[in-house]
Each structure stands twice: as structure tokens, then as C-alpha cells.
């Protein structure tokens, strides 16, 4: 069931949906967005066994910045015995994370629902 958006900004949507906390990231993920989105990604992932899905299905560019938010929620989860999801399907993108090797440590899903209905956490190790 959704509920509505507990808050927005230009570049992140977090919602809530079947008992995850969703992080729509949105628009061009760089360096200015990530300052925007980074306290509001601590804040989620804050507490005892978080539940975070991160949607990249609206970006419209990705760097490193994006990829150090990636690494940083995948941390603060793992380390809060919670359980992390990606969703991406853009294949610049999905190219990023096969370069760096983060889709080995966190699956992209397809879309959301596909999230939604993996029963596990992130592999790997911190």
C-alpha cells in the first residue's frame, strides 16, 4: 500500500510502499544533487533494519557522486542489518555499475515492483 511522500525535493521523492522506504532519485545525480540528497539518505537509513529501495528510473545523468550515495546507503544499511534494492534499467547507467562493480554488490532490478518482490538484502560484504 503507498502512503503519501514524507518529503521532495528537485533531485529525490521518498515515498513509502509495501513496508520499504523508497528513494526516488531524479534528474541529473552530480554533486550539487548529492548534497541535496545525502541527509535526507542518512535520515532513511538511520534507523534499526532499514528497508530502502533506491529508484534511478527518472535520472537523466549519473556520476560519481551518485555512486558514492549508492556505496554510502549499501554501508549504512548492511551495517543496520537492514535491507537494501536498486532499481535501474538504463543502460549508460547500468554501465556505470558494471564498470565499477556495484551491480555485483547491489542487483539492479528492472523496475520497482521487481524490487519490491526480492526476498533478500544486498550481496555481498561491507
Known amino acids: 500500500m503507498q502512503q503519501e511522500p514524507t518529503a521532495d525535493t528537485p ?5 513509502q510502499d509495501r513496508g520499504y522506504t523508497v528513494l526516488e532519485f531524479r534528474g541529473e545525480i552530480d554533486i550539487v544533487a548529492a548534497t541535496e540528497i545525502g541527509p535526507r539518505l542518512d535520515d532513511a537509513t538511520a534507523g534499526p533494519g ?3 529501495v ?7 545523468f549519473f556520476d560519481c557522486s551518485g555512486l ?18 536498486l532499481v535501474c534499467a538504463h543502460p549508460l547507467t547500468l554501465r556505470i555499475l558494471r564498470a565499477t562493480g556495484l551491480s555485483r554488490l547491489l542487483p539492479p532490478a ?5 524490487a519490491l518482490e526480492r526476498p533478500e538484502a544486498t550481496s555481498g560484504t561491507l
Do not use: C, F, K, S
Not at 558514492?68 to 534494492?85: C, D, T
Not at 528492472?110 to 521487481?114: F, G, P, W
Open 11 to 15: 533531485h529525490l521523492h521518498i515515498r
Open 50 to 52: 532499514p528497508r530502502i
Open 54 to 60: 533506491i529508484d534511478l528510473t527518472r535520472i537523466e
Open 68 to 85: 558514492r550515495l549508492l556505496y554510502r546507503a549499501r554501508a549504512r544499511v548492511l551495517g543496520q542489518g537492514g535491507q537494501l534494492h
Open 110 to 114: 528492472t523496475t520497482l515492483d521487481a
